[in-house]
């Protein structure tokens, strides 16, 4: 199974402030059309997750421009620009290309 | 708009069996993979299983694999996610999630609001 290590476990940042997580995957991300299967996830508290981007860096409809994704291969991050109270709760990484689907054990963001 | 809204949850002893559902609407249900993805209390996110737009390929997870089935009926717009010979670790918030268009499993967009399954005798 390709494991997904994120970090840091704990963010606590200032409001204003940028954020950045890392994922880390234990096999190339790179699936057979090209593409890399890569999604990034925002769980608030008592919420069901809501997708952030798709495929590395593609931003779903309604999610603040301040949110970005990068990275290729097996090495990547999702940065928040300016931390907003929102944006408090645990982001996941996600792998699609593999079978099993698997997750990373998620980041919890706080507010200073 | 999109919704999934799951059902069918509880609390059930230890291998007995629960029928979990996902009501879908607002996007054409028939063509488009499903999951079902868990989160134990505290903890993190799980896939459980998928299943294509017709229903004729399905996938799991090692720990659910030969006790859970996925299905889906097309005409009523509903996921299923049949699970038998439950265990304490299966206790968990089941949640549903679209997949993407026909086969498109690393697609996972929106997500339903979950039910709980507690498995304790």
């Known amino acids: 199974d390709v494991v997904m290590t994120q970090s840091p476990l704990s963010l606590p940042v200032t409001l204003g402030q940028p954020a950045s997580i890392s994922c880390r995957s234990s096999q190339s991300l790179v699936y057979s059309d090209g593409n890399t299967y890569l999604n990034w996830f925002q769980q608030r508290p008592g919420q069901s997750p809501r997708r952030l981007i798709y495929k590395v860096s593609n931003r779903d409809s309604g999610v603040p421009d301040r949110f970005s994704g990068s990275g290729s291969g097996t090495d990547f991050t999702l940065k928040i620009n300016r931390v907003e109270a929102e944006d408090v709760g645990v982001y996941y990484c996600?792998?699609?290309?593999?079978?099993?689907?698997?997750f990373g054990g998620g980041t919890k963001v706080e507010i200073k | 708009q999109v919704q999934l809204v799951e059902s069918g949850g509880g609390v059930v002893q230890p291998g007995r069996s629960l029928r979990l559902s996902c009501a879908a609407s607002g996007f054409t249900f028939n063509n488009y993979a499903m999951h079902w993805v868990r989160q134990a209390p505290g903890k993190g996110l799980k896939w459980v299983a998928s299943?294509?737009?017709?229903?004729?390929?399905?996938y799991y997870a090692d720990s659910v694999k030969g006790r859970f089935t996925i299905s889906r009926d097309n005409s009523k717009n509903t996921l299923y996610l049949q699970m038998n010979s439950l265990r304490a670790e299966d206790t968990a918030v089941y949640f549903c999630?679209?997949?993407?268009?026909?086969?498109?499993?690393?697609?996972?967009?929106?997500w339903g609001r979950g039910t709980l399954v507690t498995v304790s005798s």
């Open positions: 996600m792998q699609g290309t593999h079978w099993p689907l698997t």
């Open positions: 999630a679209r997949g993407g268009i026909l086969t498109g499993y690393s697609a996972m967009d929106p």
């Open positions: 299943i294509s737009y017709d229903g004729t390929s399905t």
